[in-house]
T-cell receptor, first 114, second 116 residues
Framework: AQSVAQPEDQVNVAEGNPLTVKCTYS??????LFWYVQYPNRGLQFLLK??????LVKGSYGFEAEFNKSQTSFHLKKPSALVSDSALYFC????????????FGAGTRLFVKA | DVKVTQSSRYLVKRTGEKVFLECVQD?????MFWYRQDPGLGLRLIYF???????EKGDIPEGYSVSREKKERFSLILESASTNQTSMYLC???????????????FGDGTRLSIL
């Protein structure tokens, strides 16, 4: 079955420390991979995407993500966390199932403590 | 900037009512989507549309229908609301760039629907 997994419901990190939010996927073929962020009472906002090429993708607000084909992972990273990064993060994969659809992970809540 | 507007932020309805959720986008996007968001389940696709008057079922279409009479507007209809349809509903749009499109989706702020 094609799926996206975010193994951590919650990630806690101190302000100024590096952060990682994990994502693994199980999709046939070469997927398109996305990260979105959701702040309280708001819709999802696009952060970054991987299509092809360089495995390290840079996105908005200083975030980056590393694509690892052998481990089928697409972890979100930031070198120095801010309190304002506290939000809900979703990994998503665009897949072909007779048409193209995007499937989302369950989400990981990030808490950055001052 | 793309603006996706959902007509209501909060809505309370009764069991058995017919409920309409409206979504409008201002960027002439071909694709529009309706998702529901539940804790621990992420986003699940209800219906999507690639063009006016065109619709396709997503992963959880039961109990829902949609209407797309104009390109900018995509409506979600709960035919007979039930308590298990209490949820956050998110509308999204994206431009069509062919079947291999890698364009991200743009989301509205959501409608939190409670069915009593």
């Amino acid at each position: 079955a094609q799926s996206v997994a975010q193994p951590e419901d919650q990630v806690n990190v101190a302000e100024g420390n590096p952060l990682t939010v994990k994502c693994t996927y199980s999709v046939s073929g070469n997927p398109y991979l996305f990260w979105y962020v959701q702040y309280p009472n708001r819709g999802l906002q696009f952060l970054l995407k991987y299509i092809t090429g360089d495995n390290l993708v840079k996105g908005s607000y200083g975030f980056e993500a590393e694509f690892n084909k052998s481990q089928t992972s697409f972890h979100l990273k930031k070198p120095s966390a801010l309190v304002s990064d506290s939000a809900l993060y979703f990994c998503a994969v665009r897949r072909y199932t007779g048409g193209f659809k995007t499937i989302f992970g369950a989400g990981t809540r990030l808490f950055v403590k001052a | 900037d793309v603006k996706v507007t959902q007509s209501s932020r909060y809505l309370v309805k009764r069991t058995g009512e017919k409920v309409f959720l409206e979504c409008v986008q201002d960027m002439d996007h071909e694709n529009m989507f309706w998702y529901r968001q539940d804790p621990g389940l992420g986003l699940r696709l209800i219906y999507f549309s690639y063009d006016v008057k065109m619709k396709e079922k997503g992963d959880i279409p039961e109990g829902y229908s949609v209407s797309r009479e104009k390109k900018e507007r995509f409506s979600l209809i709960l035919e007979s609301a039930s308590t298990n349809q209490t949820s956050m509903y998110l509308c999204a749009s994206s431009p069509y760039k062919g079947p291999l499109s890698n364009q991200p989706q743009h989301f509205g702020d959501g409608t939190r629907l409670s069915i009593l």
